[in-house]
């Protein structure tokens, strides 16, 4: 072997350190994702500027089918009576959109039953009414496999906090999901509620736990960043050690507050309209959230809830709904998003 000159050496020593350096400075990359909302239109490029601003890196594109009650076996879906971004054709406009913006997708198909009553207490008063809401749902769910495989979008939702449905049908559900793995390639989550996701049986069958995380944290009407950091450890404890358990990475779903007083009481609450506009409170909470989790290497990143197509016209400080557009949150949002 040749010996080493003292240029070569230095050479050696620079290389080195610029491996180290680069390696102390490695950005941890998270799903930075907006739940992009849809609308009776098509997305337009105004449109996905608004997500890049805010340095998201992934969107959920959200069509829906509709149910007349929770006893009800029919799922509606795809027809010319909904809202564009509701059916197939407005489905792959928006993945379209974005993709092209270099925006990942998570296609998350979901439904909607009358009057918005709560999708988990989905249940069949009888066998034969459970056999065709299956029939139903693999339709509905297998339509929209189909898309992201046509799409070639990287995540798909395979149901979204559907408690009564998974707890009584587990072997239907695991079925469904191997049907789902014949039209599909890509990586598969399942969106369980907060109090739900324990008690999923199939988590082994995909590739994420997924999580909306609406995880009641604090009594107080704006309670401080650190009060809800607090607050959350026994809630992060549970779910890195199923992460551990069952070697997934946890995803949210759907996280978020909406700007009210009282936000981390009960934060799913989405119906009260008679409550006093409370950014700071928001602010706070997502603030939280984001300190808590997205440095965990078990964790990989999230989907807030939510983000409306028209950005101009949507939030503002006014405005007590979830949504962080055009207030202090959204500030927040893109911080966190440029950091990881």
């Not at 239907?172 to 598969?188: H, N, P, S, T």
Request: proline content about 4%; glycine content about 4%.
């Amino acid at each position: 072997m040749l010996p080493l000159t003292d240029t070569m050496k230095n050479l050696f020593i620079l290389m080195l350190c610029l491996a180290l350096q680069g390696c102390s400075n490695q950005v941890i990359r998270k799903i930075n994702g907006v739940s992009f909302v849809a609308s009776r239109e098509a997305a337009l490029q105004e449109h996905v500027n608004a997500i890049m601003d805010i340095n998201a890196t992934y969107a959920a594109v959200m069509p829906f089918g509709f149910i007349r009650d929770t006893l009800s076996p029919e799922i509606i879906f795809d027809t010319d009576r909904q809202w564009f971004g509701e059916t197939r054709e407005g489905a792959r406009q928006y993945i379209q959109l974005l993709q092209k913006n270099k925006l990942k997708v998570m296609l998350k198909p979901q439904l909607w039953i009358w009057r918005g009553k709560y999708t988990g207490a989905l249940k069949m008063p009888t066998e034969a009414d459970w056999k065709l809401l299956e029939a139903s749902y693999e339709r509905f769910i297998l339509s929209y496999a189909g898309l992201a495989q046509e799409t070639g979008v990287p995540l798909f939702c395979v149901g979204t906090e559907l408690e009564q449905f998974v707890a009584a049908r587990p072997a239907y559900w695991k079925q469904l999901i191997a049907k789902i793995r014949e039209v599909y390639k890509g990586q598969l989550t399942y969106a369980a509620n907060w109090d739900e996701y324990r008690d999923t049986p199939f988590w082994e069958e995909l590739d994420y736990i997924g999580v909306d995380a609406y995880f009641p944290l604090s009594e107080e009407r704006t309670p401080a960043v650190e009060t809800l950091v607090e607050a959350w450890e026994p809630w992060k404890d549970q779910m890195a050690q199923l992460s551990k358990t069952l070697r997934r990475q946890v995803i949210f779903t759907e996280f978020g507050y909406r700007s009210v007083d009282f936000t981390a009481r009960k934060p799913w609450l989405a119906d009260r309209d008679d409550v006093e506009v409370n950014l700071d409170a928001q602010t706070n909470a997502k603030k939280a959230i984001f300190e808590v989790f997205w440095k965990e290497d078990w964790f990989a990143g999230g989907f807030v809830w939510k983000w409306f197509i028209d950005h101009a016209r949507a939030g503002g400080e006014a405005d007590s709904r979830f949504t962080p557009q055009n207030k202090p949150a959204q500030q927040v949002l893109k911080s966190y998003y440029s950091s990881y």
